[in-house]
């Protein structure tokens, strides 16, 4: 492996309420909200983008709306519907759903274990060694469940009483 302190020119700079321009862009007929960065080779035609919004290098938006802490990775076009913008739209639909729901079982564990911890419950509490399942609900919603945890196989036990609770998935 070798090790790299620095390479390339520095891409950071200082962002504010006005959108961040790296040259050459191309705007017409779009609105930039505040704390934005446009890289460069962008491109953008009746177009809004959010606050907290980043467009990476080579994007391009005609007639597109990319919402408030939204980010569009380089090389992607976004425009009316097409097919592209049509499976970008669908891949973020399933995401925020998966995020609602890693979400929501995050806030019904109440404890503190292995990679989840929790400020307000910093303890394991060995009464709270479930499972926690999300169900689809009616449209759009969702119900959760908790359920009791297998006894560990003999490999698995055996690492937890030797305190690798975070690596024993390698020997199942």
Same mark, same amino acid.
């Given at each position: 492996?070798?090790?790299?302190?620095?390479?390339?020119?520095?891409?950071? &700079?200082?962002?504010? &309420?006005? @959108?961040?321009?790296?040259?050459?862009?191309?705007?017409?007929?779009?609105?930039?909200?505040?704390?934005?960065?446009?890289?460069?080779?962008?491109?953008?035609? *009746?177009?809004?983008?959010?606050?907290?919004?980043?467009?990476?290098?080579?994007?391009?938006?005609?007639?597109?709306?990319?919402?408030?802490?939204?980010?569009? !990775?380089?090389?992607?076009?976004?425009?009316?519907?097409?097919?592209?913008?049509?499976?970008?739209?669908?891949?973020?639909?399933?995401?925020?759903? !998966? !995020?609602?729901?890693? =979400?929501?079982?995050? =806030?019904?564990?109440?404890?503190?274990?292995?990679?989840?911890?929790?400020?307000? &419950? @910093?303890?394991?509490?060995?009464?709270?060694?479930?499972?926690?399942?999300?169900?689809?609900?009616?449209?759009?919603?969702?119900? =959760? &469940?908790? *359920?009791?945890?297998?006894? @560990?196989?003999?490999?698995?036990?055996? !690492?937890?009483?030797?305190?690798?609770?975070?690596?024993?998935?390698? =020997?199942?």
């Amino acid at each position: 492996m070798v090790y790299v302190e620095s390479h390339g020119p520095d891409r950071t &700079r200082e962002l504010g &309420r006005e @959108p961040t321009l790296h040259e050459p862009v191309s705007i017409s007929e779009s609105e930039l909200g505040a704390w934005t960065e446009v890289r460069q080779h962008a491109r953008l035609n *009746e177009s809004a983008i959010g606050d907290y919004t980043y467009l990476m290098e080579r994007v391009q938006l005609d007639y597109a709306t990319v919402g408030k802490f939204g980010n569009v !990775a380089a090389d992607v076009r976004v425009g009316p519907v097409t097919s592209e913008s049509f499976e970008l739209a669908v891949d973020v639909g399933f995401t925020l759903v !998966a !995020a609602e729901a890693v =979400l929501r079982g995050a =806030l019904e564990r109440e404890e503190s274990r292995g990679a989840h911890y929790r400020t307000d &419950r @910093p303890d394991v509490d060995p009464e709270w060694r479930r499972n926690v399942y999300v169900d689809a609900a009616d449209v759009g919603g969702m119900t =959760l &469940r908790t *359920e009791p945890v297998d006894e @560990p196989s003999q490999a698995v036990q055996a !690492a937890l009483d030797e305190g690798h609770e975070l690596d024993y998935h390698q =020997l199942e």
